[in-house]
């Protein structure tokens, strides 16, 4: 059995027409055309594609956009884009073991300094969460543009490993691919940052996930590695 890691309730099909700034996309459901809120802020040009289906829920009726978008096909898998779903995903994950061992304790939104770290497992292992939704030469990377929070959250986590902490990032891959591997054309200073932070001992953890669509569940795949070369 699947191990379940989150489930979508009240999934609606679409298809995505243009995505008119990073919070929006029109789409057209019920051959109407309506609005639906984008979570990721990545770019996902590679994703959006015009007449692609994609998944969405109904918004509160107070709310100015139609929907929420979770999920776009690419036509081989489904891929998973809403940002605020990604916490209670890796909680999950944490709380399985998927780290390595069985945590007693996670807290959540976790405060250092004048940040937040995503969590602090045990009261000694800070780990910040970081998704991949691009997939190149069978590669998933991150990020699919400059990220000045996630290079400033690598270079916190060095810090509490000096301080003597353990400290992690967890990259959550939502593609199927081989490896994971820091988008150092979009961002150069992350890829550095990154490499700087294993060599400092802040430690990699990388899970693939994916999304069964006869069951609208988000199921634990397998681990991946860091790409070499």
């Excluded at 379940?4 to 995505?16: D, Q």
């Amino acid at each position: 059995m699947s191990e379940i890691l989150y489930e979508i309730k009240g999934l609606k099909k679409a298809i995505f027409l243009e995505r008119p700034n990073r919070f929006i996309a029109k789409i057209k459901i019920d051959k109407e055309i309506k609005t639906a809120h984008v979570a990721d802020t990545g770019r996902l040009k590679e994703i959006f594609i015009e007449g692609r289906e994609v998944l969405v829920t109904d918004n509160k009726p107070e709310n100015k956009l139609d929907y929420k978008l979770y999920g776009v096909n690419l036509g081989d898998e489904w891929v998973l884009i809403n940002t605020s779903i990604h916490s209670s995903i890796s909680k999950k994950l944490i709380e399985n073991g998927r780290l390595g061992f069985t945590p007693k304790k996670v807290k959540a939104e976790v405060k250092y300094k004048d940040s937040r770290l995503d969590f602090l497992v045990d009261d000694n292992l800070y780990i910040e969460v970081k998704s991949s939704n691009l997939l190149l030469e069978n590669e998933c990377r991150f990020p699919d543009a400059p990220s000045t929070r996630a290079v400033k959250h690598l270079n916190e986590l060095i810090e509490l490993k000096k301080e003597g902490f353990r400290a992690g990032i967890l990259i959550l891959a939502f593609r199927d691919g081989q490896c994971f591997r820091p988008h150092e054309i979009r961002d150069p200073l992350f890829a550095k940052t990154f490499f700087k932070a294993l060599d400092e001992g802040v430690e990699f953890f990388g899970i693939k996930v994916r999304f069964d669509s006869e069951k609208d569940v988000i199921v634990y795949k397998e681990t991946i590695d860091i790409c070499k070369g």
